[in-house]
């Protein structure tokens, strides 16, 4: 079974540049969230969706960061303009939603570098 | 916001020995996870805790949701070179049916030498 699909795995920009990252996640699965990951800070929640509808963005940086899922197979998480400060691995995860096990299955994540 | 607090930071240890972690909050939680995250990928869930008091075992893995509902801990028993990795607990407030928010801690570096 495919497991949550991220894509650039890897993307290095200049500051000012637009970024978009993009996830698939597990089909069948109802919720969605985007991590972000660094040494200073470590596994901080972006945004998170049910049912493709934002719940609690409050993680959100600023303006610059905004999140879409357009439907249930794939969401996307854009910055822009970037910032070197922006230079992270961003994960996104997805859970079945039901039960409310906790559990999250990520991907392997995008690691962006601004320059 | 919440912050969960995880210790040790990093810990250094020879293979066989046990390992011990453990994770704080200033609030509390329903759940308690427990996440290793191995290099260049993302986190894998290593057990779930539902209820305060609850101890659960994984192979070599035990965890225990604190009474209070704001701490964790986590033992691996004699570790092999494989649970080198990043340790990460997490908490998580449940409304109804929904999957709401997972806040993580800090994360453990966890080093094992042969």
Known sequence: DAGVIQSPRHEVTEMGQEVTLRCKPISGHNSLFWYRQTMMRGLELLIYFNNNVPIDDSGMPEDRFSAKMPNASFSTLKIQPSEPRDSAVYFCASSPGRRNTGELFFGEGSRLTVL | GQQLNQSPQSMFIQEGEDVSMNCTSS?????????????????????????????????????????????????????????????????????GGATNKLIFGTGTLLAVQP
């Open chain 2, 27 to 95: 609030s509390i939680f329903n759940t308690w996870l427990w996440y290793k995250q191995d290099p260049g990928e993302g986190p894998v869930l290593l057990i779930a805790l539902y209820k305060a008091g609850e101890l659960t075992s994984n192979g070599r893995l035990t965890a225990q949701f604190g009474i209070t509902r704001k701490d964790s801990f986590l033992n691996i028993s004699a570790s092999i070179p494989s649970d080198v990795g990043i340790y990460f607990c997490a908490g998580q407030t449940n409304y």
